[in-house]
């Protein structure tokens, strides 16, 4: 079985609209295969596929969140809609919770994988290559992938879990969002943020 690709995923995403692990879920069944993947992914959603992304989320909320120390603070935009979502208790305590999550995670630069230069990217995997060349040559491509990967984790909001873990059952950003996506109904977007921080 081949190995998906973050890029495939966020293609597959964009696409149609479908959630982040439906789709990794969809191209694992689908042995990378995307016109297949959609297929499965159509059986499985319905009449929803699509809808979602090709809503354009113009309306939303700017939330803060500043450290009870007064050293980190952290701007956050997320859309929707509808101002009616917009103005949602629900919608507007998810806003707050993700800025709270980027105040306490301080290597997070990026909302999506989409927005990680490519140059970035390069670097990382060269010097993860320099980093596995002690391993059989075999294995190296996965060994390479597996640490950039978890580098992306460390730098890529929607693939972190929460800081507050408890509460959200180690769920990612991204299911969070899906969640209430799905709640909604809603095409709910995490646009972009800035966190602050004495001395940086």
Not at 98 to 113: C, G, K
Not at 126 to 151: I, T, Y
């Amino acid at each position: 079985m081949s190995e998906v690709k973050a890029a495939d995923v966020a293609a597959l995403r964009k696409a149609t609209g479908a959630g982040m692990m439906d789709c990794k879920q969809a191209l694992t069944e689908a042995d990378g295969d995307a016109e297949r993947a959609t297929e499965i992914l159509r059986v499985k959603m319905g009449n929803k596929l699509g809808k979602l992304a090709d809503r354009e989320a113009a309306e939303g909320t700017v939330q803060s969140y500043i450290h009870a120390t007064g050293t980190v603070g952290v701007l956050v935009e997320v859309n929707c809609n509808t101002d009616f979502v917009a103005r949602n208790d629900e919608f507007v305590s998810f806003a707050r919770e993700i800025a709270m999550h980027i105040a306490a995670s301080p290597t997070t630069r990026f909302v999506t994988d989409d927005q990680v230069p490519a140059d970035e990217r390069e670097a990382e995997e060269r010097v993860f290559a320099e980093q596995a060349a002690d391993k059989p040559e075999n294995v190296r491509p996965k060994v390479v992938q597996g640490m950039l990967d978890k580098w992306l984790d460390e730098v890529v909001l929607l693939r972190q879990k929460h800081v507050n873990a408890d509460r959200y059952d180690g769920k990612t950003i991204e299911q969070l969002r899906e969640d209430l996506s799905a709640k909604t109904g809603e095409n709910i977007v995490v646009s972009r943020f800035e966190r602050y921080a004495v001395g940086e």
